[in-house]
């Protein structure tokens, strides 16, 4: 902005999990700089992932999803949690977490708490005004609807027990610290 003599904006939002890797730098570099972080159950967001794998959507490439292996997939939730929870410890105040479950069931709320967070008295509804690219559209065709509460725990039915038993068993110190507890564990016993 200061090359084009534009005027510095007042907020600035990146939606960029891979800004994980320079958050320090960038709390650093930035001490205004607030960071929110969503997080979901990594059931649910295997689920997701391995569903978008399958096949079903027909304009998007599942490739951009990265690997799709369960056991990969519960590391790099646990990688991701704890490197934030890192972030919140570093830069106490400045990180905001909050768990999808809850911005679901109670959208403007949450929102509209974040807003605070942020130091701004504003409401918001709805989804914010999001917009979602064009290469991406079909993935997230529900964005401007409201929340699908049918589908939170759907994952419960429709992952396969075997990658719901892993995830538990790799990632349950940090499901466990989120509130998340073990589902298919106890459908499993002592084994699977």
């Known amino acids: 902005t200061r090359r084009r003599k534009l005027p510095m904006p007042e907020m600035v939002v990146f939606q960029r999990g891979s ?3 320079v958050a320090q ?8 700089a ?15 992932i391995t569903e978008i794998g399958s096949g079903r959507f027909e304009s998007f490439d599942p490739r951009h999803m990265g690997r799709r292996d369960t056991l990969g997939l519960a590391r790099n939730w646990v990688t991701y949690v704890e490197r934030v929870d890192a972030l919140a410890a570093a830069y106490p105040g400045r990180v905001y977490q909050i768990r999808f479950e809850h ?6 709320g949450e929102l509209n708490a974040i807003a605070r967070f942020a130091g701004r008295n504003f409401v918001l509804e709805g989804n914010g005004g999001v917009e979602v690219g064009v290469n991406e559209r ?3 065709q529900n964005v401007s609807a409201a929340p699908m509460l049918d589908r939170l725990d759907a994952w419960q039915r429709e992952l396969p027990i075997w990658r719901g038993y892993v995830t538990e068993q790799f990632a349950a110190a940090a499901m466990h610290r989120r509130g998340y507890e073990p589902v ?9």
């Open 19 to 21: 800004l994980l890797s």
């Open 138 to 140: 079909e993935i997230h």
């Open 25 to 32: 730098d960038i709390a650093t570099h930035f001490p205004e």
């Open 184 to 192: 298919f564990t106890e459908k499993c016993g002592s084994g699977l």
């Open 103 to 108: 911005l679901c069931r109670d959208l403007s």
């Open 34 to 48: 607030k960071f929110v972080h969503v997080y979901r159950d990594p059931r649910a967001v295997i689920r997701s």
